[in-house]
């Protein structure tokens, strides 16, 4: 069964600290994992796209890495922002076509003063 | 580009009362997705348009549920009759193509309340 897991399910952090979100899939055939961000009331938005031969991506304070021999995605936060409160939400795409991507349900990232 | 433009932003009705959720995709994106967001099951893909065409309606839940897109800048999803358990955040979405790099634009999403 294709299946998308994420964790923590929440996390609450201080402002300057980083973090890492997990991401455990057993989506099968892997084309891309792709990790979005979805602030409060907002819909998401992409932050990085990993194919099955790229194990690192980088945007701005965002990493992400990924290892598709055991199926693994994280996201890691360096030097965290109040901005950076948001669900992160783990998407993996199974190949082309809308009803081939499977979702994560999210990690809802809390960053205090 | 304002985006993918949806509204209302909020709603909240009474059961059996139908609803109605509106989008309005990017200009220029052929395809149109509709998402159902809820805490226990994240985010589902209910339908999608090329074209205006639906192609993919199997995500829709039953037959209460029903969706169309009249034109290129405009797609409905409709409820009725409501339900509680239908109390979620939909989302509606647009994007170029279908291919698997391909980026979706999501609107800000519509959040029901169904009492």
């Known amino acids: 069964k294709n299946q998308v897991e994420q964790s923590p399910q929440s996390l609450i952090i201080l402002e300057g600290k980083n973090c890492t979100l997990q991401?455990?899939?057993?989506?099968?055939?892997?084309?891309?994992l792709r990790w979005y961000k979805q602030d409060t009331g907002r819909g998401p938005v992409s932050l990085t796209i990993?194919?099955?031969?790229?194990n690192t991506k980088s945007n701005g304070r965002y990493t992400a890495t990924l290892d598709a021999d055991t199926k693994q995605s994280s996201l890691h936060i360096t030097a965290s922002q109040l901005s950076d409160s948001a669900s992160y939400i783990c998407?993996?795409?199974?190949?082309?076509?809308?009803?081939?991507?499977?979702f994560g349900t999210g990690t809802r990232l809390t960053v205090i003063p | 580009d304002a985006g993918v433009i949806q509204s209302p932003r909020h709603e909240v009705t009474e059961m059996g009362q139908e609803v109605t959720l509106r989008c309005k995709p990017i200009?220029?994106?052929?395809?149109l997705f509709w998402y159902r967001q809820t805490m226990m099951r994240g985010l589902e893909l209910l339908i999608y348009?090329?074209?205006?065409?639906?192609?993919?309606d199997s995500g829709m839940p039953e037959d209460r549920f029903s969706a169309k897109m009249p034109n290129a800048s405009f797609s409905t999803l409709k409820i009725q009759p409501s339900e509680p358990r239908d109390s979620a955040v939909y989302f509606c979405?647009?994007?170029?193509?279908?291919?698997?790099?391909?980026?979706?634009?999501f609107g800000p999403g519509t959040r029901l309340l169904v009492l």
């Open positions: 979405a647009s994007s170029t193509e279908t291919g698997s790099r391909v980026t979706q634009y």
């Open positions: 990993m194919t099955f031969s790229e």
């Open positions: 998407v993996v795409s199974a190949g082309d076509g809308a009803n081939n991507l499977f």
């Open positions: 348009f090329n074209n205006n065409v639906p192609i993919d």
């Open positions: 991401c455990n899939y057993t989506v099968s055939p892997f084309s891309n």
């Open positions: 200009s220029g994106h052929d395809y």
